[in-house]
């Protein structure tokens, strides 16, 4: 699985409902396709700029439909406009995806009778194969002090940009959690040029977050 689909299993409750608001939760999908383009070798930032180094296909069709917008842009952007604009419409391929493929279900229902929802619990009433993994290699990435690998690394980064940490650690010392996910931030778990780019798409998913929020709440009528 891409990072964006494992991110989005550890975002959702068993029940099939977000364990966050849609804000943090998009805007975590958007990074997360463009920390595994950047993984894959895909773009780069330079200058404080998206730049695409390699244009062949992942042959995964959301990363690539991805990399294909950032091609077709007339002039390259900082990974904040990428953040934004994949924030608008990964969550809906991600889960149409998972759905496909047996990953999750969907049940649509009212809330008080009135309000439709729709719930994407797993599939067989367990929690999905791929995000037991994802949560075990994480929890283990925090719970020892050796070294981490950069796709662990990553979602990590992602887990704390994004205020999931306590929902992901649950039953563990919340501070120490937190200093370990900072010390897992900076640590030189990738190549120095791929982490600078990590850094910074990273960096752009918090003022995502952070922009999102205060437009929000200043367009909220008194």
């Known amino acids: 699985m891409n990072l964006a689909e494992e991110f989005l299993l550890l975002a959702y409750d068993d029940d099939g409902t977000p364990l966050t608001d849609g804000t943090h939760l998009d805007n975590?999908?958007?990074?997360?396709?463009?920390?595994?383009?950047?993984?894959?070798?895909?773009?780069?930032?330079?200058?404080?700029?998206?730049?695409v180094l390699d244009d062949d296909a992942t042959g995964d069709t959301i990363l690539d439909r991805a990399l294909g917008r950032i091609l077709a842009e007339d002039r390259n952007r900082r990974p904040g406009h990428w953040?934004?604009?994949?924030?608008?419409?990964?969550?809906?391929?991600?889960?149409?995806?998972?759905?496909?493929?047996?990953v999750l279900t969907v049940e649509k229902d009212k809330v008080l009778w009135v309000f439709p929802r729709t719930r994407y619990p797993a599939a067989n009433g367990v929690e999905p194969v791929a995000e037991t993994?994802?949560?075990?290699?994480?929890?283990?990435?925090?719970?020892?002090?050796g070294p981490?690998?950069?796709?662990?690394?990553?979602?990590?980064?992602?887990?704390?940009?994004?205020?999931l940490d306590r929902k992901v650690f649950t039953g563990l010392d919340r501070k120490v959690v937190q200093a370990r996910l900072r010390e897992i931030g900076a640590g030189s778990w990738a190549a120095a040029a791929v982490k600078k780019t990590l850094d910074e798409i990273q960096?752009?998913?918090m003022v995502a977050i952070v922009?999102?929020?205060?437009?929000?709440?200043t367009s909220t009528p008194n």
């Open 133 to 145: 993994e994802a949560r075990q290699r994480m929890q283990a990435a925090v719970l020892e002090a």
């Open 28 to 51: 975590g999908l958007g990074g997360a396709l463009l920390l595994e383009l950047a993984l894959a070798g895909r773009v780069d930032v330079a200058d404080k700029k998206v730049v």
């Open 211 to 217: 922009a999102s929020t205060t437009a929000a709440t």
């Open 203 to 205: 960096a752009a998913v």
């Open 148 to 163: 981490v690998d950069p796709r662990t690394a990553a979602l990590c980064a992602l887990v704390a940009a994004t205020d």
């Open 83 to 102: 953040v934004t604009k994949f924030a608008k419409d990964t969550r809906p391929q991600v889960l149409d995806r998972l759905v496909a493929d047996g």
